[in-house]
């Protein structure tokens, strides 16, 4: 009998750690055009290198404080103090593709977005995001877009 609340008070205790170390993952964008990524989640540690892209979209994959661990499009990581974020408004393109006037295939198509473009989100609805890109505003597919959580 005692053998099993062992291991009834291990399994609980070890489930309230694990969901309170999760952070939720979620997309923030950069909110200066120069940031800059550390190695851990204070000011003392080391710039692991410098973003130069506002509205940039990054996934918040942890945090600590005043920090948020963040992963880029090409797996790269590293820690940003939360004065440097927004909220997400921007997605970044993974292929080529073309931009619609309405959101459907079938609609006039406005202008070819190259894979890696940076798009600003106006709006999201039944798999389509509208989006602007430079001189055009369109809607575009949300599985050809990083940056959302669908």
Not at 36 to 50: E, Q
Not at 106 to 119: D, F, H, M, S, W
């Amino acid at each position: 009998m005692q053998l099993i609340q062992k291991i009834i008070y291990t399994l609980f205790y070890l489930t309230i750690l694990t969901t309170s170390s999760v952070a939720e993952e979620t997309f923030v964008s950069l909110k200066k055009s120069k940031v800059n990524v550390r190695y851990g989640p204070s000011f003392d540690s080391d710039i692991k290198y410098v973003y130069k892209r506002i509205n940039l979209p990054l996934k918040q994959i942890d945090k600590k404080d005043n920090f948020r661990r963040i992963i880029d499009l090409k797996n790269n990581s590293g820690w940003i103090h939360i004065s440097q974020l927004k909220k997400n408004n921007a997605v970044i393109t993974t292929k080529d593709k073309i931009l619609f006037k309405k959101p459907s295939s079938y609609a006039k198509p406005i202008a070819q977005i190259k894979k890696g473009r940076l798009l600003i989100v106006d709006k999201c609805e039944n798999n389509w995001c509208k989006i602007k890109s430079d001189n055009h505003k369109g809607w575009v597919k949300t599985i050809y877009i990083w940056g959302l959580i669908n």
